[in-house]
């Protein structure tokens, strides 16, 4: 698989020059673009579309539920590791990992976590166990940036509605936050006490398609790039989403997968049928 870490893959950034891609540390002062992955639920035919269709990038900043509810949890963790290091943990990783009871969960996603618990390997089970809580910052804080899954005041709360993102938003003076959890993909802005939602809006349903936003330096944002792996904005194409630190923009992915081996795969493992169901429907 092209993990486009290769030589022959990097490119010369065309304002600073720098031939980097993919570095285990942001460079402080460098043009700066960072992939950013969330959700992937295990759907490992959604993750490599997502790294075949995604621009060139620095650094990947994956914002957690690497595995739950899909059939290839080592297979994605393997992928994920090699392409960076910068995770912060989601509540389906704690729930695999064993550091949280199932209580909060619908059976469904419960027998998921069980599921994916059983059949982990013991070095992705130890890796699962240690990823941190966010928010999680990078080294440096070249641009003002926080990582988390859920919210930066609880990594288990879900941002959905402008309401839900309003208190996070006043409550942290930070430029940027990318959240994930919800499976949404778009974000919020607060600018001067006005705030408002951000959605992508895209033409069809079958092509790889992009929607970039320019970001304004003195608002506050809530980014989310969507779920790679189980999106549920109707939109059943893998999400994903390229911070550019240079342009100052967000660029919104929508990218078709093999959603047949997906489904193949969650069947042939006897997940529950519903997992593999919902993931044409985007819900
Ligand atoms: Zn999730």
Request: proline residues 10%.
């Given at each position: 698989m092209d993990l486009r870490n290769s030589e022959q893959n990097s490119e010369d950034c065309s304002e600073c020059g720098l031939r980097v891609y993919n570095p285990p540390f942001p460079i402080l002062g460098a043009c700066l673009r960072i992939l950013l992955v969330s959700d992937?639920?295990?759907?490992l035919e959604a993750l490599n579309a997502t790294i075949e269709s995604?621009?060139?990038?620095?650094v990947v900043v994956n914002l957690g539920d690497v595995v739950g509810y899909g059939a290839s949890p080592n297979e994605v963790i393997d992928v994920s590791r090699k392409l960076g290091n910068i995770f912060v943990r989601g509540n389906h990783d704690k729930a695999a990992a064993g550091l949280m009871d199932l209580t909060d969960f619908n059976p469904i996603a419960g027998m998921a976590a069980l599921w994916t618990r059983d059949n982990l390997t013991a070095d992705n089970l130890v890796w699962l166990r240690d990823l941190p809580a966010g928010p999680v910052h990078l080294d440096n804080d070249p641009i003002d940036a926080q990582f988390v899954?859920?919210?930066?005041?609880?990594?288990?709360?879900y941002l959905v509605t402008l309401r839900d993102a309003l208190e996070p938003l006043m409550a942290y003076p930070i430029a940027l936050t990318f959240f994930g959890h919800?499976?949404?993909q778009g974000g919020f802005i607060l600018n001067a006490r006005h705030e408002d939602v951000l959605k992508p809006t895209y033409h069809g349903n079958d092509q790889h398609e992009v929607f970039s936003v320019p970001l304004k330096k003195e608002a506050q944002y809530l980014i989310n790039p969507g779920?790679?792996?189980?999106?549920?904005?109707?939109?059943w194409r893998a999400s994903y989403a390229l911070f550019d630190s240079d342009k100052y923009e967000v660029q919104y992915h929508r990218v078709p997968y093999d959603i047949r081996s997906a489904q193949d795969r969650i069947l042939a493992a006897n997940l529950p049928p519903r997992l593999a169901a919902r993931l044409a429907a985007g819900r």
């Open positions: 992937i639920h295990s759907n995604a621009p060139a990038h620095d899954h859920g919210s930066p005041m609880d990594e288990d709360e919800s499976h949404i779920s790679v792996g189980q999106p549920r904005d109707g939109d």
